[in-house]
């Protein structure tokens, strides 16, 4: 595990964007398709796919918000250009699941799926790093169901679609996929640092074939 991702090159603290992003004030909602009803009792968050046991993970909404939780400070960039500054997250960091349910060995990538088969995907080491988080909460509030109650993906060092709101699980994968916008024109990784934007900028060995 754990060479470090790429891109975080802001420190903390430091109001810096990444090229091409302007700052938004307030929190606007963006998103495909409509907002899911929360219904606790079908909810599950599940861990799939290549797991090291081959078994698969389930939470219930109860056994999920009795995990470890904790915070981290992160900005959202929307690849449409604007940008939010300085949220705290509240929630389960994505390496408390990881270890709790770990992937076999062979594992390179993983589709974070949520509600209508929204879906995402990553490299495992962006899903380890330290800061990537499932937040329930922001700012010490728990998440309006247009921000994406009762769970959402916060990635901070990749561009905010690869965040999923209203996440359901996580599938380990063995080679690389295209999640929903990955096969829709956006850049396979999504690093804003290097304003990986677009599918046509990729470079060899960036993603699979389109
Ligand atoms: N399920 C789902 N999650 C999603 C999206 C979506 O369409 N569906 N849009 C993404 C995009 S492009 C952005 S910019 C952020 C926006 O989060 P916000 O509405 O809380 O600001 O959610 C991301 N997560
Ligand atoms: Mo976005």
């Given at each position: 595990m754990g060479h470090p991702a790429q891109g975080e090159s802001r420190q903390a603290g430091q109001p810096e964007l990444p090229p091409g992003q302007r700052l938004q004030r307030g929190w606007p909602v963006t998103h495909y398709g409509p907002v899911p009803k929360f219904r606790p009792e079908r909810w599950e968050f599940g861990v799939f796919g290549a797991t090291e046991s081959g078994e698969k993970y389930r939470w219930t909404h109860e056994e999920f918000t009795a995990l470890p939780y904790a915070t981290v400070e992160a900005d959202l960039h929307c690849v449409t250009k604007f940008s939010m500054l300085g949220a705290e997250w509240g929630g389960v960091l994505a390496r408390t699941l990881y270890d709790l349910a770990p992937p076999a060995p062979e594992v390179s990538h993983v589709m974070v799926w949520a509600e209508y088969g929204y879906s995402a995907n990553l490299r495992l080491a962006d899903l380890a790093s330290a800061r990537t988080v499932f937040a329930t909460h922001k700012d010490g509030e728990l998440l309006t169901a247009e921000h994406g109650f009762p769970l959402r993906l916060i990635v901070?060092?990749?561009?905010?679609?690869?965040?999923?709101?209203w996440v359901r699980g996580i599938e380990y994968m063995t080679a690389d996929r295209r999640g929903f916008w990955e096969e829709r024109g956006?850049?396979?990784?999504?690093?804003p640092w290097r304003e990986?934007?677009?599918?046509?900028?990729e470079e060899p060995g960036d993603g699979p074939e389109l």
């Open positions: 901070p060092h990749r561009y905010a679609w690869k965040g999923p709101k956006y850049h396979n990784l999504g690093d990986q934007r677009y599918s046509y900028q």
